[in-house]
């Protein structure tokens, strides 16, 4: 089975810029599609980004498109995610998803997850 271990989060200031990476182990990821979630405090998980196994499609929530970007290296079976133009309201932990094929957006095993904390 994989493990996917997130990192690259922390505290920065609206405006900013981070990249979270997801490394996985035990398994390629190249068989899978990948996402993003990330749950506020208080809120229920939400979608934020995938992308499918070969890397030509992507998808974003709408609170994050133009300003984050999903990518993939399958040699390093690692995704990552660009996120530019932070603002407060992206704060929450995040968490990387192996997801489905045929539904890049539905979850079915997750990471850890990594804080992301926006200042104003």
């Known amino acids: 089975q994989v493990q996917l271990v997130e990192s690259g989060g922390g505290l920065v200031q609206a405006g900013g810029s981070l990249r979270l990476s997801c490394a996985a182990s035990g398994r390629t990821l190249s068989s899978y599609a990948m996402g993003w979630f990330r749950q506020a405090p208080g809120k229920e998980r939400e979608f934020v980004a995938a992308?499918?196994?070969?890397?030509?499609?992507?998808y974003y929530a709408d609170s994050v498109k133009g300003r984050f970007t999903i990518s993939r290296d399958n040699a390093k079976n690692t995704v990552y995610l660009q996120m530019n133009s932070l603002e407060p309201e992206d704060t929450a932990v995040y968490y990387c998803a192996a997801t489905s094929r045929g539904d890049p957006k539905r979850p079915f095993h997750w990471g850890q997850g990594t804080q992301v904390t926006v200042s104003s």
């Open positions: 992308i499918r196994w070969s890397g030509d499609s992507t």
